[in-house]
């Protein structure tokens, strides 16, 4: 009997342990940790934010999903791992300490045969002074976060209803943030709930973000097909934030809140503040902040991880000019670089290095976005290394048919841009590969042909269709797995 252990009930992390639990049957045993009592569909937290959702429509318990089907639930946050065991261990294990119930603060041992870190990020807000719903600005992060975020906003639209004008400021709220696209998101909705409320005329929207260009999205930016034409993400970006009457900062890297007040500095060295009187910045990421010891419990972090946290894989982390980057940088297993019974999905992985072009202003400070590695990408990374790991059980060596690099693999998203059955807008992109590949594609970087941008009232149904979809698909309802991640 095998034992596979995942931490994080995230997309990854909870896509993995489905398929795991599916496929290993009763012959082996498939062991959740995660701190959270709930899944929750991050994309929606979006319409969390404006009003146009519950916390309860977008997030479930994840007890009574995993009694269903057979894993061994453990609510307890993971501390440390220790791949080679210690003086009472042969296997390796995880430290983890119960965070709910009649265990809460209880510490425990938990073995593995393989070991799956989907911990995704922690939320660095104290990178950024005065960052975060605890102090100055909102987040759309967590369904909680949208929901405080909610509040806030409704106390600028009645303000705004008794004719004060307000300022909204949305963005990146460190100079090295990524997930760019739920911030787009969440201003396009801001922008079409105060048109809906016909406030428009006391509201001044403003975009702020440390992309080179507008549309970067931490994928380098991209060319899409739309309409006949090619067409760089920035003219499609800077189109739609006209459209929904919202000016921009870009460039800038936010480095201090204050109350009302934001201070950023932009690549030409400049100092500048910018006021509002709301602000949702998403702030920079890290690792969950685990730490990894050998048999003698020496800390052998710096093996596993990189100085953020995240977990090195089968990457090529030499330290290379932008000129040299190649797509073969990229993972295609997300095995660990020194224990080969431990993988890492989603945003746990570290990068080889970034899409986007690095970036410094005179003063040293670097600004521009780390890689996206959220949604469709932690969902088929979570599958695939699961995939794996079923069939090295099964064959009893470790081998990896399935392999998912982000430089060969296409992706969907979704950007909503406002909410309403008959009036709900989206923008609907894909691109293929994520990762550009500009020696398979040097004139675009992605196959042109795959990577195209619409904008319509049919996006808002696909994405509120999949809303449901992939709730469905997580809560392992009758033949869940045959809807695609």
Known sequence: MAKVVVLGAGISGHTAISYLSKYLKKDHEVVMVSPNSNFQWIPSNIWVGVGLMTPDQVKFKLAPVYKKIGVDFKQALATSIHPEGDSE?????????????????????????????????????????????????????????????????????????????????????????????????????????????????????????????????????????????????????ESILKEYGIRWIKRAGVQKVEEGKAYYENLRGEHHTKEFDFAMLIPGFTGAGMKAFNKDNVDISTEVFVGNGMMKVDA????????????????????????????????????PHGMSKPMESPNGTKIFPTPPRTGMPSGVIGKIIAQNIIHSIKVGKIEHPHTASMAKMGAACIVSAGYGLFKGQAAVMTVNPIVPDWEKYPKWGRNIKDTVGVVGTAGHWMKLFMHYMFLYKAKAKPFWWLIPE
């Open 316 to 351: 090529d982390y030499t330290p290379k000019a932008y000129e040299d980057w190649r797509a073969e940088d990229w993972p295609s297993t997300y095995q660990s670089q020194k224990y080969d019974n431990i993988y890492a999905a989603g945003i746990a992985f570290a990068p």
């Open 89 to 237: 261990n042969e296997k390796g294990f995880v430290t983890i300490k119960y965070v709910s119930g009649e265990n809460e603060g209880k510490e425990e041992k938990v073995t593995y045969d393989y070991l799956i870190n989907g911990t995704g990020p922690k939320l660095n807000f104290e990178a950024t002074e005065g960052l975060g719903p605890k102090k100055f600005t909102q987040s759309v992060c967590t369904y909680d976060h949208a929901e405080l975020a909610w509040g806030k906003l409704q106390e600028s639209f009645k303000k705004m209803e008794n004719g004060e004008r307000q300022t909204f400021l949305v963005g990146t709220g460190h100079p090295l943030a990524t997930c760019q696209g739920a911030a787009f998101e969440y201003i396009l909705n801001i922008a079409f709930e105060v048109g809906k409320r016909k406030l428009s005329h006391l509201a001044d929207m403003w975009w702020i973000s440390n992309e080179y260009e507008l549309g970067d999205f931490g994928m380098g930016g991209a060319y899409i097909k739309r309409n006949g034409y090619i067409t760089p993400t920035k003219i499609f970006t």
